[in-house]
């Protein structure tokens, strides 16, 4: 049976004993193997505990204290061979000759694994090092997949070319695998790999695909959740089918080919973009609740072109160079083309109560969002506006010595006209409960360059 469903008084009897455990392993300066030796000259007479609970107590351990305790008795050894939560790098294992590091390093997994039942492993976090042999790699694999293994974390050295062997997966082997975890590594799925049932989490970094094949994996992992990708360079786009009916978390950063992103997943909460612009086609939307972009052009497209309907949603981070500073600036300043502000409509958000706005300038369209914030959104408790500031700030004003960092004359200049749109155009539309901030640039410090 497992902890889980064991009764109370035998989990904190459990825990009582681990910290026993972990408190004379981490006050002993020599092994627990010569200690043994020493004072009692065979087998270490501990606490008479059901096996199971031994296994419990070994689970809570580091790796290296758990294989430390193996040294002391025999049902300590075997409670070491069940482990369930194995972490193989060349820190972990402290290989102390560098000229030897990969001989030893693959030397000591492999051994580790072969003595292991291959029961009960759920968590394999394998960092390998440079010129290792694939062999070894394919072969670890494949006990930890038959071990019924939950979570699998694989990282490469990006001189490396390693393939992720797809097939470990195929046939309903990979049915455990509940998060998956990949950098520097090429990631191949087909459509061979079936269903993954149990998947919740997939992480890809630095991982070698395209969208087709990735397709085929999300196509049949029905209990996704969580899927983040970040500098993948090879894929160009990505399809979320309506299939992923649990998907709630979407991160995508860095990946410099992709072009566009096509999301029929209707209950996406989060949604993190950041890159160059794309076409986003991001489905139903009822459901965001925090929404994260950052490209040139966002600002237009989160006023413009998002979807309307986002009545949840609470947090909305928008970061675009291009709009925010003067010298670039994609869109007319205010005080350049002073006709009428145009009105969003149908974009309604009753939930945000707080708004912060960084690097505010006179930009139209900004100053529109802004507005369209002010108007629309009936929850709102604050709002602070920030003109560009330098990167340090005084925070003594009696030290004279203390200044800002200084800044180039048109940010300055920006900044002004920033300060000025929001006196003109915001400030008199801001409700009365409405907090309103402005933070300016430091008068103290750049009062003579203005």
Not at 28 to 36: A, G, L, R, T, Y
């Amino acid at each position: 049976m497992s902890m889980e469903r064991q009764p109370d008084r035998l989990r904190r009897r459990a825990h009582t004993t681990y910290g026993l455990v972990a408190s004379r392993d981490n006050n002993n300066k020599v092994s627990p193997c010569q200690q043994e030796a020493d004072s009692q000259g065979g087998e270490a007479q501990m606490p008479r505990l059901p096996e199971d609970i031994w296994c419990y107590i070994h689970s809570l351990m580091p790796m290296r204290s758990a294989a430390r305790a193996a040294c002391v008795s025999q049902a300590f050894l075997r409670s070491w061979r069940c482990h369930p939560n194995l972490t193989f790098s060349v820190r972990t294992l402290r290989s102390n000759k560098k000229e030897h590091i990969v001989r030893d390093f693959c030397s000591k997994v492999d051994q580790i694994l072969k003595r292991h039942s291959c029961i009960g492993i759920k968590k394999l976090n394998i960092q390998m090092c440079e010129g290792y042999c694939n062999s070894y790699l394919d072969s670890w694999l494949q006990v930890a997949v038959k071990s019924g293994i939950e979570e699998l974390s694989l990282s490469i050295p990006p001189i490396a070319k390693y393939s992720f062997p797809c097939s470990l997966l195929s046939n309903g082997s990979g049915d455990s695998i509940r998060y998956l975890d990949f950098t520097g590594c090429s990631f191949r799925p087909t459509t061979e790999l079936g269903c993954l049932r149990s998947l919740t989490k997939l992480h890809l970094y630095h991982v070698r695909f395209t969208g087709d094949e990735l397709g085929c994996l999300l196509s049949n992992s029905f209990a996704l959740e969580v899927l983040g990708i970040r500098y993948c360079n090879g894929i160009g786009s990505l399809k979320l089918p309506c299939t992923l009916q649990r998907l709630r978390y979407l991160e995508v950063l860095g990946c410099c080919k992709l072009g566009m992103i096509e999301s029929k997943a209707p209950n996406i909460f989060n949604f993190d973009y950041e890159g160059k612009r794309i076409q986003l086609s991001l489905g139903e939307t009822l459901q965001m609740k925090e929404l994260r972009l950052s490209f040139s052009g966002s600002v237009h497209y989160f006023s413009v072109e998002l979807p309307s309907r986002m009545p949840n949603l609470k947090v909305a981070t928008i970061s675009s160079h291009r709009e925010v500073s003067q010298y670039e600036m994609e869109h007319v300043s205010i005080f350049t083309d002073p006709s009428e502000l145009r009105k969003m409509q149908g974009q309604q958000h009753h939930k945000m109560k707080s708004v912060k706005i960084q690097g505010f300038t006179s930009a139209k369209s900004l100053v529109e969002l802004t507005c369209h914030i002010v108007e629309s959104m009936t929850s709102l408790e604050c709002l602070t506006l920030e003109t560009h500031q330098s990167s340090s700030r005084c925070f003594e004003p009696a030290d004279k010595s203390n200044k800002c960092s200084p800044l180039p004359i048109h940010i300055l200049k920006e900044a002004q006209r920033g300060l000025l749109a929001i006196r003109t155009y915001i400030e008199p539309k801001v409700p009365a409960m409405v907090k309103l901030h402005v933070v300016e640039t430091c008068r103290r410090c750049h009062a003579v360059e203005l």
